[in-house]
């Protein structure tokens, strides 16, 4: 099957903010829609969370909302009837922690301590490196600079440290309310923005477990402190974004290639998520298609072993947000189905260390056994998607299907590597939950009949361990089949149960627990059996039966049944199957 493993996060804004749009963009692969808070209205952003999960809903395609914060930034304040001002090279410029008019020789910052942080040799950016100062001296309050460049700037221009760290807390008042606003919307995804250390990751999910928030928390990696600090950041955060763009101001330009494969394989290592963002097909803002560099670039992304790659400008402001997507999405499984990114993917096996709980072995186990067999895929009944995770950061060959009856963890699995969630409802018992699995993936396509599917899952599935089972299943295995059968309506041709073998208790007269999910066995159907017939589910005879197909289509307008199926009392009681009464095959499991 072939399922493009690497998934697309899609910026939303005011370009692709249309029903047809957001509709064309699911449909070409967006998997996570990305709302950047630095910019819009909650109004704004209310319509366009639920212009997102309506269409999503009526599609039955999960898409994750992602709410990108605006985090601890310095920017410069207001230029006069917020004109461009001209800044010349060589000239001295003053920073002020004010709110004072700017000039082209004073520029206000909203940065309170800068004349105690800045000192002599220190270089500030502004305006994404349009212009750069260099720090000569400080006068009081006053921080004198020589511009490096001539340069035009306007209001509101942020402001980029380079060699001090601004001690900015790392929620802002307006991060808390947007935050606030986004439990509300109920996000599933916190992208936090300037994370340099791992304490502000657990401050931001300490916040948002006091507003009943159970989003997922990307650390952005924008800074040098953020790259020197990743251990420790993967720790807390429950994925990373490396975010080219501020990251490509604060450190060498040379060094961001550098930068990007070592955050990928540390998150990689980790065993969690990534996303590769900012300008990968910058230029379709305003041109159809992409230029050699920008899809080699994603190319390049999903070689490194990449979760995830991100549209920004071009979903949010381009003229071809939909192209984006659909190139994109193109680009990436273009280079899954190559031979050179399928033998790398087969070595990325680094996550696994061993010691480690019997949950992890226990993933790991099922990965080497599916790849050993050279399964078709790995089948994941879930109720927090963990064993998902855990086995799609192994980078396996097949496609992993998780199926929960949780919405949220279905949405909040769209970030992960070759995983495919799917919906289903909650199964009283793990061998029903399990059936039922496998009865999704075939309607959904990404199982046939006759293939190999290893199957992982912590039994129960309210079990403490992350996973605690393998299995072998072989979808629609073939038990048995006869040589007459029927149905009684066309609405239900075929029947899933359990089997129960009937005829010692009919023989003794006694009480049997038949239910409406119950299979019967029988050497023949007599007139005995009817009471139970009006209720199972299906019938299976290794013989005849006393009572015409007219009568039992009369009997029980829901009854399959199978006549003359050799070995039929050989069935393994209590063992789910399949009666088909269409074919006449009885199949091992749902499909």
Request: glycine content about 8%; hydrophobic content about 40%; proline content about 3%.
């Amino acid at each position: 099957m072939n399922i493009r493993k690497t998934k697309i996060v899609c910026s939303i804004g005011p370009a692709c903010n249309k029903d047809e749009t957001i509709r064309s963009m699911i449909f070409a692969g967006m998997n996570i829609a990305r709302f950047n808070f630095s910019h819009g209205t909650y109004e704004w952003h209310k319509e366009a969370m639920e212009r997102v999960k309506r269409i999503s809903e009526e599609l039955n395609t999960p898409v994750a909302i992602m709410l990108d914060t605006k985090g601890p930034e310095i920017r410069t304040g207001k230029t006069a009837g917020n004109a461009e001002i001209q800044i010349e090279a060589g000239s001295t410029v003053e920073l002020v922690s004010d709110e004072s008019e700017c000039t082209p020789n004073h520029i206000s910052l909203s940065w309170k301590d800068a004349a105690k942080k800045l000192k002599s040799g220190m270089r500030v950016l502004v305006a994404d490196g349009l212009l750069e100062l260099d720090v000569k001296s400080l006068n009081g309050e006053k921080i004198i600079c020589t511009a490096a460049n001539s340069a035009k700037i306007s209001s509101n221009k942020n402001v980029n440290l380079i060699g001090v760290h601004a001690g900015l807390p790392i929620m802002s008042e307006k991060d808390k309310a947007d935050l606030k606003f986004g439990a509300e919307m109920d996000i599933d995804f916190v992208a936090a923005s300037f994370v340099s250390f791992a304490e502000e990751i657990v401050q931001i999910k300490d916040y948002l477990k006091g507003l009943g928030s159970s989003a997922k928390v990307i650390a952005k990696i924008e800074n040098e402190e953020g790259v020197n600090n990743i251990s420790s950041i993967l720790k807390e955060a429950d994925g990373i974004m490396v975010a080219r763009g501020d990251l490509g101001v604060q450190l060498p330009v040379e060094r961001i290639p550098l930068a990007q494969k070592h955050i990928i394989s540390a998150c990689r290592d980790a065993g969690k998520p990534v996303i590769t963002a900012t300008q990968m097909l910058d230029s379709m803002i305003v041109n159809p298609r992409p230029t050699r560099a920008e899809l080699t670039d994603v190319s390049n992304a999903v070689f490194d072993g990449t979760d995830a790659v991100m549209l920004s400008g071009e979903t949010a402001n381009g003229k071809y947000p939909v192209e984006a997507v659909k190139t994109m999405a193109l680009i990436t499984t273009t280079t899954e189905n190559s031979s050179e990114y399928r033998s790398r993917m087969k070595f990325i096996d680094s996550s696994y260390r061993p010691g480690l709980e019997v949950g992890h072995a226990v993933t790991h186990s099922a990965y080497k056994l599916a790849r050993n067999i050279q399964a078709n895929a790995i089948l994941i009944p879930t109720l927090h998607g963990n064993t998902a995770r855990m086995i799609g950061s192994y980078r396996p060959e097949q496609t992993v299907i998780a199926v929960t009856p949780e919405k949220r963890v279905a949405r909040q699995l769209m970030i992960q590597w070759g995983v495919i969630p799917c919906l289903c409802d909650l199964a009283d018992d793990s061998e029903t939950m399990i059936q039922n699995a496998v009865k999704m993936a075939l309607e959904k396509g990404a199982v046939h009949l006759s293939d190999k599917v290893v199957l992982c899952a912590g039994i129960p599935l309210s079990s403490p361990l992350m996973a605690n089972t393998i299995k072998v299943l072989i979808v629609g295995n073939v038990l048995a089949r006869g040589t007459r059968f029927g149905f009684a309506s066309k609405e239900c041709k075929r029947a899933f149960g359990r089997i129960v073998h009937v005829d010692s208790f009919l023989e003794r007269g006694e009480k049997i627990n038949v239910q409406h999910n119950t299979i019967m066995v029988l050497k023949r159907i007599t007139e005995a059996a009817l009471p139970l017939l009006r209720i199972a589910e299906g019938v299976i005879s290794e013989g005849g039966s006393d009572i015409s197909a007219q009568e039992l289509s009369f009997i029980n307008k829901r009854l399959v049944w199978i006549l003359d199926v050799p070995g039929a009392l050989k069935l393994e009681n209590d063992l789910s199957v399949t009666v088909d009464g269409e074919q006449g095959l009885v199949y091992e499991g749902a499909i």
